[in-house]
């Protein structure tokens, strides 16, 4: 009898944990349904700028799962765009941590380090994506690192990154830009105007490369194109800093 009943308990004792283990998954996926939905209107958030509420999604999502990675990114995303940019760091690491190869994180942990203005780290990510044969868009990396080392003032550095930016994807305004800003630096002012007359017509309504081109064109004395793109500057962002900036600079060449 005595044999008999630690059978049965053995038995009673299997299908319990059977049931719980059962139980414990049931309730993994029904958490991970929950986040995933959680996620998803987080990011509908995001797509409407609407990033306070992006924010509160997904971390009702992260409450439900903890290997997530898209999430983890995502949270950096939100972050990023709160302006917390240490706090998007931190996410765009925790997704990196679950997937090492994301490189979507890696990207936009550079980015923070950019905004932070820690060219350094920013550099150390962005290179790591330009030895990813797999990445499907290498211009914007290799742009990024031509911020970097424009940035540190390390121009010859900055030029060849935005060059390589240029191979990959003739036309990329990043890189037409970033050129243009380069060469002024360098005091290549012909140089500049040329690729910030092309970063124009790639985007005409960035108002920065219009005042950049003013720029260009004033000191090559050439006042009706600098008065001209001063204008488009206060057209295009009216309320802004830039138009104060361009507003002046006309004032000071006698407009």
């Known amino acids: 009898m ?9 038995i009673a004792f299997f ?30 958030y995001l797509g409407e700028q609407n990033y306070t509420s992006a924010l509160s999604q997904f971390l009702k999502a992260e409450k439900l799962v903890s290997d997530d990675y898209i999430l983890e990114q995502d949270l950096g995303i939100a972050y990023m765009a709160k302006n917390d940019l240490q706090s998007a760091v931190l996410y765009f690491k925790k997704a ?11 990207n936009n942990l550079g980015a923070a380090y950019l905004a932070m203005k820690d060219w350094n780290s920013a550099i150390e990510n962005f290179k790591m ?12 990396p290799l742009a990024n690192l031509g911020k970097a080392y424009y940035e540190k003032k ?22 037409l830009y970033g050129l243009g800003k380069t060469y002024l630096a360098m005091g290549e002012v012909k140089k500049a105007s040329g690729y910030f007359e092309q970063a124009m017509k790639a985007a005409p309504a960035r108002a920065e490369v219009h005042f950049d ?29 830039i138009a ?3 507003k002046q600079e006309l004032s000071d060449m006698g407009y």
């Open 2 to 10: 005595k044999q008999k009943s630690i059978y049965f308990f053995l």
């Open 213 to 241: 081109l003013a720029e260009t064109y004033r000191l090559l004395g050439d006042k009706s194109k600098a008065k001209n793109e001063y204008g488009q500057v206060i057209t295009l962002a009216p309320d802004s800093e």
């Open 96 to 106: 990196l941590e679950i997937k090492p190869d994301y490189a979507v994180a890696r």
């Open 244 to 246: 104060k900036e361009a």
């Open 129 to 140: 994506l330009t030895t990813d044969l797999l990445y499907v868009t290498p211009q914007y």
């Open 15 to 44: 299908c319990f944990m059977i049931g719980c283990a059962t139980g414990g998954s049931d309730a993994k996926i029904r958490n991970q349904d929950q986040a995933d939905a959680y996620r998803k209107l987080g990011e509908a």
């Open 154 to 175: 390390d121009y010859a550095e900055a030029e060849k990154y935005y060059q390589e930016a240029l191979k990959t994807e003739p036309g990329f305004v990043n890189a």
